[in-house]
C-alpha cells in the first residue's frame, strides 16, 4: 500500500486488532439494541487526512475534521499495513440510506460505544463534537 496516496477504507481489517474486536462487539450490541449502523470509515492515509483537512479551510467545503495527516487515529499503520484505532460510522435510515440527523440514535450507538470501553466523539467537550467517530482511546 501507498501511504502517500489518498487512500481511505471502510475495511474493518483495516482496523488495529484491538479495535476490531471492540467494534465487533459494538456492531453486535447496536443490533441487539435496535441502532443500525454503517462503518464508512476505518483508515485513511496521512494525504487522505491532509485532504479532508482542507475541506472548508483551503478548500471549499465544510470543516470534516480537525486532525491533519499523522494526527488521526484514522491514520496508524503497524508492520506497513492498516492498523486504525478510529471508524467513522452514520445511522441507516429506513430506506437504507444515510440519517446524518438522528442526533439521539447517534447518541444511543456512542453510549454502546462508551460502555464497552471506546471513546465517542460526541463526548467530546466544546464545539469540535463528532457523532460520527469512534476511537480505542
Not at 33 to 50: C, F, H, L, P, W
Not at 64 to 85: C, F, M, R, V
Amino acid at each position: 500500500m501507498t501511504v502517500n496516496a489518498r487512500i481511505s477504507s471502510r475495511d474493518l481489517d483495516d482496523l488495529h486488532k484491538h479495535m476490531r474486536g471492540k467494534i465487533d462487539t459494538w456492531l453486535e450490541a447496536c443490533v441487539r439494541e435496535g441502532v443500525k449502523v454503517k462503518i464508512y470509515q476505518t483508515y485513511r492515509s496521512n494525504a487522505m487526512q491532509d485532504y479532508m483537512y482542507e475541506s472548508g479551510r483551503t478548500r471549499k467545503g465544510k470543516v470534516k475534521t480537525w486532525a491533519k495527516g499523522g494526527q488521526s487515529l484514522h491514520n496508524n499503520i503497524e508492520d506497513g499495513k492498516p492498523a486504525s484505532y478510529a471508524i467513522d460510522f452514520y445511522i441507516v435510515n429506513e430506506k437504507g440510506g444515510a440519517d446524518w440527523k438522528s442526533i439521539d440514535l447517534y447518541t444511543k450507538a456512542g453510549r454502546i460505544a462508551t460502555r464497552l470501553g471506546m471513546v465517542w466523539g460526541g463526548n467530546w467537550n466544546g464545539k469540535k463534537k463528532d457523532y460520527v467517530h469512534i476511537q480505542l482511546f
